[in-house]
C-alpha cells in the first residue's frame, strides 16, 4: 500500500505543473477617427456635457428619478412619472428643482420630450431637438443619435407606450 501514495504523489505533482507565462497580448493600433466614427454607429460620440442640452435634459431627468426613488421625493421623476402635461411644464420643474440650469432653457427650444416613464426601458426615446434639417434624438440611457427626421427614432430607440407619446 505504502508505494501507491509516492507513485500517486508523483502523478499529481506532474499533472499540477504551473503553467507557463502568459505570452502578453500584441499591441492593437488605436482606431482612426473615421474607424471609430463607423464603429459608433448612428449614436453620437458626443460626451455628456453642458454643451449639449440633450444631456444635460438627461441627467437631469435620471437624477429626479433617482432622487425620487431614493429619497422618496414625490412630484419629481421622468416625464410620465410626474405626469407632466407638457415638454414646458416638465423643464419648468427641472428648473424650479434645481436639476436643470434655467440658462440652458433657450437651448433647449423646440425639443419634445416623451412620455417616458421609470418602467419603461433605458433604449426609450426620451427628447428630440431639431437640429437644421437634422433632428438630435436622446434616449433614457443617455445614448444620442442625429437622424434625418423623426420618423427614424423608432430604429433608434423604442417610444413610451402611452399616450400621448410626446409631451405637448
Not at 122 to 144: E, F, N, Y
Amino acid at each position: 500500500m505504502r508505494r501507491f501514495i509516492p507513485l500517486a504523489a508523483a502523478a499529481c505533482l506532474a499533472a499540477c505543473k504551473p503553467a507557463p507565462p502568459a505570452q502578453p497580448a500584441p499591441e492593437q493600433a488605436a482606431p482612426t477617427p473615421a474607424q471609430a466614427a463607423e464603429d459608433s454607429g448612428p449614436v453620437s460620440p458626443t460626451p455628456a456635457d453642458e454643451k449639449n442640452p440633450l444631456h444635460a435634459l438627461q441627467n437631469a431627468s435620471m437624477e429626479m428619478a433617482l432622487d425620487a426613488f431614493q429619497f422618496g421625493k414625490p412630484g419629481i421623476g421622468w416625464p410620465a412619472d410626474v405626469q407632466a402635461p407638457s415638454a414646458a411644464e416638465f423643464l419648468a420643474l427641472a428648473v424650479r428643482e434645481n436639476y436643470l440650469p434655467a440658462d440652458l432653457l433657450p437651448h433647449l427650444q423646440g425639443v419634445r420630450i416623451a412620455n417616458a416613464a421609470e418602467d419603461d426601458s433605458l433604449h426609450t426615446a426620451l427628447a428630440s431637438l431639431p437640429r437644421g434639417k437634422k433632428v438630435l434624438v436622446i434616449r433614457k440611457d443617455g445614448a444620442i443619435a442625429e437622424l434625418e427626421n423623426e420618423a427614424m427614432i423608432p430604429g433608434f430607440a423604442a417610444l413610451p407606450a402611452r399616450e400621448p407619446i410626446w409631451l405637448r
